[in-house]
T-cell receptor, first 112, second 113 residues
Framework: NAGVTQTPKFQVLKTGQSMTLQCAQD?????MSWYRQDPGMGLRLIHY???????DQGEVPNGYNVSRSTTEDFPLRLLSAAPSQTSVYFC???????????FGDGTRLSIL | AQKVTQAQTEISVVEKEDVTLDCVYE???????LFWYKQPPSGELVFLIR??????QNEISGRYSWNFQKSTSSFNFTITASQVVDSAVYFC??????????FGAGTTVTVRA
C-alpha cells in the first residue's frame, strides 16, 4: 500500500447520516478506484476515475458519490448512510496500464 | 459480464504442505488481466501477480507459482512448503483493464504449525 492513504480507519454512523471517506495518493497516479469488501463476496467496484475531472460507475454505485477535482484525491461520499453500507472500503490507485493497483489499508465503516 | 469463481472457501494445511488455490474465470473480452492478491489478518491487500491474457507462461516466485490455462479459463495458485505466515485470504481477480477488477469471493488459507 505504497502511498495510498485512507482516512478514517474506523467509523460508526447512524442511519441517515452523511459521511466522506478520504483517499489520497502521492504517486501522481491517474487511475483511482473505490471498492467495498463484504464477507463471502470479495471486493466489488463502487466508482472509479481515470484522471482528474473524470469519474464513472462501477458494479455497485448506488448510494455513493465521488468526485476527482485533483489527481491526488478521490473522496467517496455517502449522502444518507444505510445499514447495507456497513462494509470495509478500499481505495486503490495505479499509474498506467502497465502497473498494478496499489490498495490503501481500508476504512471499516459500521452503520447502525 | 465478468465472473471469477474461487470454489474453495477455506483450506487448512499443516506447515510444509503444498496448497493449491483454484481460480476459474469467465469473460467475453479477448484481452484481459488476471491477478492474485493476499489479505493477511491485518487486513491490507497485497499484490502478488498480474498476468495478461496473451501470456500463458507459468510463473514461479520463491515458494509461489501460478498456472495459467486459457483453454480451461483457470489461473491457479500454488504455495509450496507452506508456512504459518502464509495464513491469509487470497483473492483472484479479473479485469479487461486493470483498474476495474472483478474479484472472486476469496479463499481463506490457514497454515497450522
Amino acid at each position: 500500500n505504497a502511498g495510498v492513504t485512507q482516512t478514517p480507519k474506523f467509523q460508526v454512523l447512524k442511519t441517515g447520516q452523511s459521511m466522506t471517506l478520504q483517499c489520497a495518493q502521492d504517486m501522481n497516479h491517474e487511475y483511482m478506484s473505490w471498492y467495498r469488501q463484504d464477507p463471502g463476496m470479495g471486493l466489488r467496484l463502487i466508482h472509479y476515475s481515470v484522471g482528474a475531472g473524470i469519474t464513472d460507475q462501477g458494479e455497485v454505485p448506488n448510494g455513493y458519490n465521488v468526485s476527482r477535482s485533483t489527481t491526488e484525491d478521490f473522496p467517496l461520499r455517502l449522502l444518507s448512510a444505510a445499514p447495507s453500507q456497513t462494509s470495509v472500503y478500499f481505495c486503490a490507485s495505479k499509474r498506467d496500464r502497465d502497473q498494478p493497483q496499489h490498495f490503501g489499508d481500508g476504512t471499516r465503516l459500521s452503520i447502525l | 459480464a465478468q465472473k471469477v469463481t474461487q470454489a474453495q472457501t477455506e483450506i487448512s494445511v499443516v506447515e510444509k504442505e503444498d496448497v493449491t488455490l483454484d481460480c476459474v474465470y469467465e469473460t467475453r473480452d479477448t484481452t484481459y488481466y488476471l491477478f492474485w492478491y493476499k489479505q493477511p489478518p491485518s487486513g491490507e491487500l497485497v499484490f502478488l501477480i498480474r498476468r495478461n491474457s496473451f501470456d500463458e507462461q507459468n510463473e514461479i516466485s520463491g515458494r509461489y507459482s501460478w498456472n495459467f490455462q486459457k483453454s480451461t479459463s483457470s489461473f491457479n495458485f500454488t504455495i509450496t512448503a507452506s508456512q504459518v505466515v502464509d495464513s491469509a485470504v487470497y483473492f483472484c481477480a479479473l479485469g479487461a483493464n486493470d483498474y476495474k477488477l472483478s474479484f472472486g469471493a476469496g479463499t481463506t488459507v490457514t497454515v497450522r504449525a
